[in-house]
């Protein structure tokens, strides 16, 4: 995959959609390498964590969720 799709892909993802680009800005990047790829702000999907909230964690928080699944086997009677 081409550096330069990614950093496209960057620019659709954001945080906030204002700093997207347009469609029609996303089609002009991809069809010409002359257009200049400004710099990706933040990330829509970027999670930031304080230094002093990581530090506080137990080792029993440090898993990112613990879920409790119940499993159901069907049988034909």
């Given at each position: 995959?081409?550096?330069?799709?990614?950093?496209?892909?960057?620019?659709?993802?954001?945080?906030?959609?204002?700093?997207?680009?347009?469609?029609?800005?996303?089609?002009?990047?991809?069809?010409?390498?002359?257009?200049?790829?400004?710099?990706?702000?933040?990330?829509?999907?970027?999670?930031?964590?304080?230094?002093?909230?990581?530090?506080?964690?137990?080792?029993a928080?440090?898993s990112?969720?613990?879920?409790?699944?119940?499993?159901?086997?069907?049988?034909?009677?």
């Amino acid at each position: 995959m081409s550096s330069r799709i990614v950093w496209i892909n960057a620019l659709c993802v954001q945080k906030y959609p204002e700093d997207m680009p347009t469609m029609s800005s996303v089609v002009l990047m991809l069809v010409s390498d002359i257009v200049a790829l400004p710099k990706p702000k933040q990330l829509g999907f970027y999670i930031e964590r304080s230094s002093k909230e990581t530090h506080e964690r137990s080792p029993a928080q440090s898993s990112p969720s613990i879920n409790e699944v119940t499993m159901t086997q069907l049988e034909t009677r």
